[in-house]
C-alpha cells in the first residue's frame, strides 16, 4: 500500500487532476481524483486493458458514446422513502444518464473486438420503460411537458383556451369608453393568481368587481371585474385539477424509478467506471503513453520514459524540450533470458552537478511506477517494466520543521528510519541527496550503511548523493551499481542523460565560474581542494569522456548494423518482387497459351463445318495452317530447344511436339522442311520447326478410328451441379460429335439457379460455327432450365 504522503510527493495528485479534466461528471471526477494503485496484477492488467480497448474504438472512429451528465446519487437517495415525490428538475437529472447508458449499450451490444469492456459493460441497458416516460414527461429544465399523458394535455388546453377567454373579455372591458376613463393604465396583469386591471383608487367604487391588491403609491386599485369572475374561478378549478394530474404522473414515474432503484445505481456506478476510464484512455492519447509490462519480479525497466508532468508543461508552452530517460535495474526472468545473464544490481546510486537531472530521474522512475500499479498508460515506450511492489518508499525533499525541531539532517535520517523498518523484497526505495545535511565523511559513512541495510532486505533502491565516498563505496560492493547525469564540460550545461556504470561529478567549480563567482575566489577554492581531490577528479572526467567516445563508437556500429540490415531487407524486397513478376509473367503466357488454344478450337469447328461440305483438300490446307500458327504462337509463349536441319537424321528419335511424344524419323524432305515420322503404327508429316530432342515419352496405342453414328452420338447433355468452365468444356465434345454424326438438333439441361450457369451456355453458343440458332426450351421440354440447339 503507497502512503497517501508519498503520492502528493511525487505528485501522482497532479497527474489525476489532469485525467479528471476529461470527466463528464462531478462523479468522475470523483472517482478520477480517488484512484491509488491496484494491489493485484490481474486487476491491473484488466484496467490496462479496458484503457486499450477505449483507445482501440477512437483510432477506428467510433469512441465511446459519453456526453456530459450530473451524479444522481443524491436524487436517488431522495426517492428511496416509500412514497416520496421528485421534483421535476431533479427528475430531468436522469434523462441524460439514461440516455448515454442506451447510447453505450447499443455502441457495444454487438462488437467482439472489446472482450474486457463488454465484461464490465455488458448489462447496462438504459432502462428504455423509465427513459421514454422521462422524456415524454419532463424536459431538460424540469418542466411537465403536455404529453406526460392524455388527461394532463386535455386539462392545459382547456385551461389554455379559458385564459384566452378570459383576456378577450378583459381587453373587452378595458376598450369600453365608460370603463376607461376610471382606469390607471390599459393593461392587464395579474395579482395573487387572478386576473386584473388597474382602477384608479378614487374610482373604484365606479366599476363592479373585487379588489385583489393596491399599489406601492396607493393611487392604483387591481381589481378583477365582475363579469369575469365566474371564468376565473373555473380557471382556479382547472389549474387545481391539472396540478393533480401532474402530481400523479411524477408519483408514478418517482414508484418506476424505485422499484428499479438498486439496478439503475448499479448501473449509474458502471457508467461512472467507463467515464473514468476514457479519461485515461483520453489523457494516454494525449501525452502517447503506453501500458507497460507488470512483473512479480523484483526489477524496473525504463525504456524512453519522460515525466509526465513536465510533458504537459511543455505542451503548454512552459517548458523545454524532455529528454528520456532509461533506467534498469534488478533482475526480471524474461529480460535474462534475451540477455543471457541475469542483473544482479538492486542498488542504483547516481550522481552528477545540481540541476542535472538526478531528483527527476528518481521522480520519474517513481511517477510512472504508481501509474503503472494504478493501471494508467506510463510516459514510457511499452517494453518498460514495473515491479508488483507492495510499497513505494521515498525520502525526497527537506524534511526540516522548526515546530518539530528537525534539522535537514535530522528530518532525513527520521523519515529513513521508517523507511528501513518497513523496507522488504517488494519494496522500491527513493532517496534523494543521500548523507547530505552534516559533515560529508559522516554522512557518507551512515548512507553507505544505509544503502548496504537496504540491499540485505533486497529492496529495489534508486538514490542520489554529491558525497564522492559513497560513489567508491558502491563501485566496491557488488550488487550495486553507479550512474551520472551527462554533462557537457565545454557549455558547462546538463544534458539530462542518465548513464549508468559511471560515476558523475558535482561540477561545483564549473557551474560557479559560470554563474560568476569571481575568479580569485575560483582560484582559492581550487587550491583548497588538495592536488589528490584534483588528480582524482581530473582521472574521473578522462574516463567519462573516453566512455562518450567509445558509446558514440558502438551507435556507429549500431547505426552501421541497422543499415545492413535495411539494405538486406530491400534486397529481400526486390527478390521477392522479381518472383511475383515472374509468377504474373507465367501466369500471362498460360493465359496467352489459352487464348490461342480457344481460338484453334474456334478454326477446329470451321474446318469441320468444311468438311461437312466436302471441301476436304481445302478445309486440309486449312487445318494445316492453322496448326502451323498455334504451333509458332504456342512456341513464341514457351520456347523449347530445338533441332538443327544438320541435326536430323533417319531413323533418328526426335520429339514431336504436336503429338507430345517421341516418334522416329522416316525420311527428310530439308527442300519443303518438311520430315515424315512414324509413331507406333501412325505416319504423318510435321514442319522441321515441329521436332525437338527427344524426352523420352513413348507413343500410345493407337485404336483403329471409325465413324460416328447417329445412334452411337448423344443428343441430350445433363450440366445441372457443374461450375461454368467444368460445363462448357462438355458442350464442345458433345457439338462436334452431333456435327459429325448429321443430327440436326441437341439438348442441353443446365436448370434454372442463380441463371449464372444458363447465361454461360448460351454466350458459349453464341457466334459458334456449328449452331445455327438455339432457344430455350418449350414447357414440355423442360422450361428455362433446358437450351435447345439447331445445328448448322
Not at 439503475?264 to 483520453?282: H, K
Amino acid at each position: 500500500m503507497v502512503r497517501k504522503e508519498t503520492l502528493i510527493t511525487l505528485e501522482f495528485d497532479k497527474i489525476l487532476h489532469a485525467i479528471a479534466d476529461f470527466a463528464n461528471s462531478d462523479a468522475s471526477q470523483q472517482a478520477v481524483l480517488d484512484i491509488v494503485p491496484l494491489q493485484t496484477r490481474q486487476e491491473i492488467e484488466k484496467r490496462f486493458g479496458r484503457v486499450e480497448e477505449i483507445r482501440r474504438l477512437s483510432q477506428v472512429g467510433a469512441p465511446l458514446r459519453l456526453s456530459p451528465f450530473q451524479d444522481i446519487s443524491p436524487v436517488m437517495a431522495a426517492v428511496r422513502p416509500e412514497g416520496a415525490v421528485l421534483d421535476p428538475r431533479d427528475m430531468a437529472v436522469f434523462v441524460p444518464v439514461l440516455e448515454t447508458m442506451s447510447d453505450i449499450a447499443k455502441q457495444l451490444a454487438y462488437r467482439k473486438d472489446i472482450p474486457l469492456l463488454q465484461e464490465l459493460a455488458g448489462g447496462l441497458t438504459g432502462f428504455p420503460g423509465i427513459l421514454e416516460s422521462l422524456v415524454h414527461s419532463v424536459d431538460r429544465e424540469g418542466n411537465i411537458l403536455d404529453t406526460a399523458s392524455k388527461l394532463l394535455f386535455e386539462l392545459r388546453t382547456r385551461k389554455r383556451n379559458l385564459t384566452a377567454r378570459i383576456r378577450k373579455k378583459l381587453e373587452e372591458i378595458v376598450r369600453e369608453k365608460q370603463t376607461a376613463i376610471f382606469l390607471q393604465d390599459d393593461f392587464i396583469t395579474q395579482r395573487a393568481g387572478r386576473w386584473v386591471i388597474p382602477v384608479r383608487m378614487d374610482s373604484k367604487g365606479m366599476i363592479q368587481g373585487v379588489v385583489h391588491d393596491v399599489s406601492n403609491s396607493g393611487e392604483t386599485a387591481f381589481m378583477e371585474p365582475l363579469e369575469i369572475i365566474g371564468l376565473a374561478n373555473e380557471l382556479e378549478n382547472l389549474i387545481a385539477e391539472v396540478k393533480v394530474e401532474e402530481i400523479r404522473i411524477l408519483r408514478e414515474i418517482c414508484r418506476w424509478i424505485r422499484e428499479e432503484a438498486d439496478d439503475i445505481e448499479a448501473q449509474f456506478a458502471t457508467l461512472v467506471r467507463l467515464d473514468c476510464l476514457n479519461s485515461i484512455a483520453r489523457f494516454a492519447d494525449l501525452l502517447r503513453a503506453e501500458a507497460p509490462r507488470i512483473t512479480d519480479a523484483p526489477a524496473i525497466r525504463l525504456k524512453e520514459a519522460r515525466h509526465p508532468i513536465l510533458m504537459l508543461l511543455q505542451r503548454e508552452g512552459e517548458g523545454r524540450e524532455v529528454v528520456p530517460l532509461d533506467l534498469s535495474l534488478g533482475d526480471d526472468e524474461a529480460d535474462a533470458v534475451i540477455r543471457k545473464k541475469p542483473d544482479l544490481n538492486r542498488v542504483m546510486v547516481i550522481t552528477g552537478p545540481n540541476a542535472g537531472g538526478k531528483t527527476i530521474a528518481i521522480k520519474t522512475a517513481g511517477l510512472l511506477l504508481i501509474m503503472a500499479l494504478a493501471g494508467i498508460p506510463v510516459t514510457a515506450a511499452s517494453s518498460s517494466v514495473f515491479p508488483l511492489a507492495s510499497e513505494l518508499l521515498v525520502d525526497i525533499g527537506d524534511e526540516q520543521s522548526i515546530e518539530s525541531s528537525l534539522s535537514t539532517f535530522s528530518g532525513h535520517i527520521s523519515r529513513i528510519t521508517g523507511i528501513l523498518g518497513r523496507a522488504d523484497a517488494r519494496t522500491v526505495v527513493l532517496l534523494d541527496e543521500l548523507g547530505t545535511g552534516t559533515e560529508p565523511l559522516q554522512g557518507a559513512a551512515i548512507a553507505c550503511a544505509i544503502l548496504k541495510d537496504l540491499q540485505d532486505k533486497g529492496a529495489l533502491v534508486c538514490a542520489t548523493t554529491h558525497l564522492t565516498d559513497i560513489v567508491g563505496f558502491v563501485h566496491r560492493t557488488e550488487g550495486m551499481v553507479n550512474a551520472s547525469m551527462e554533462f557537457d564540460r565545454e557549455t558547462l550545461t546538463p544534458r539530462y542523460r542518465l548513464k549508468t556504470g559511471e560515476p558523475g561529478q558535482s561540477h561545483a567549480i564549473e557551474i560557479a565560474r559560470r554563474y560568476g563567482l569571481p575568479e580569485r575566489i575560483i582560484d582559492f577554492a581550487k587550491g583548497m581542494l588538495g592536488r589528490m581531490d584534483t588528480e582524482f577528479h581530473e582521472l574521473l572526467a578522462d574516463l567519462q569522456e573516453q566512455s562518450r567516445r567509445h558509446a558514440e563508437a558502438l551507435c556507429d556500429v549500431e547505426r552501421i548494423e541497422r543499415e545492413l540490415e535495411e539494405k538486406e531487407r530491400l534486397l529481400s524486397e526486390r527478390l521477392a518482387a522479381a518472383e511475383r513478376e515472374k509468377r504474373e509473367t507465367l501466369e500471362k503466357a498460360y493465359s496467352e497459351a489459352r487464348d490461342v488454344i480457344q481460338a484453334a478450337r474456334r478454326d477446329a469447328r470451321a474446318v469441320l463445318e468444311e468438311v461437312k461440305r466436302e471441301k476436304r483438300r481445302e478445309a486440309l490446307k486449312m487445318l494445316e495452317e492453322k496448326e502451323r500458327q498455334m504451333e509458332e504462337k504456342l512456341q513464341a509463349l514457351r520456347p523449347e530447344p530445338s533441332l538443327a536441319p544438320d541435326e536430323i537424321r533417319e531413323g533418328a528419335t526426335v520429339f514431336v511436339k504436336s503429338l507430345g511424344y517421341d516418334a522416329q524419323v522416316v525420311s527428310l524432305d530439308r527442300r519443303h522442311e518438311r520430315v515424315r515420322v512414324k509413331a507406333g503404327s501412325l505416319e504423318i508429316d510435321v514442319p522441321l520447326v515441329g521436332v525437338a530432342p527427344k524426352k523420352g515419352k513413348a507413343a500410345k496405342a493407337v485404336k483403329t478410328s471409325r465413324k460416328v453414328t447417329e445412334e452411337e452420338a448423344e443428343t441430350r447433355l445433363n450440366l445441372v451441379g457443374l461450375r461454368v468452365d467444368e460445363a462448357l468444356a462438355r458442350i464442345e465434345p458433345l457439338l462436334n460429335h452431333a456435327s459429325l454424326a448429321g443430327i440436326g438438333e441437341v439438348r442441353i439441361i443446365h436448370g434454372i439457379g442463380t441463371g449464372a450457369l444458363m447465361r454461360g451456355v448460351r454466350e458459349f453458343l453464341d457466334g459458334h460455327p456449328l449452331v445455327r440458332e438455339f432457344r430455350g426450351g418449350e414447357p414440355f421440354e423442360g422450361g428455362s432450365g433446358v437450351t435447345v440447339v439447331k445445328m448448322r
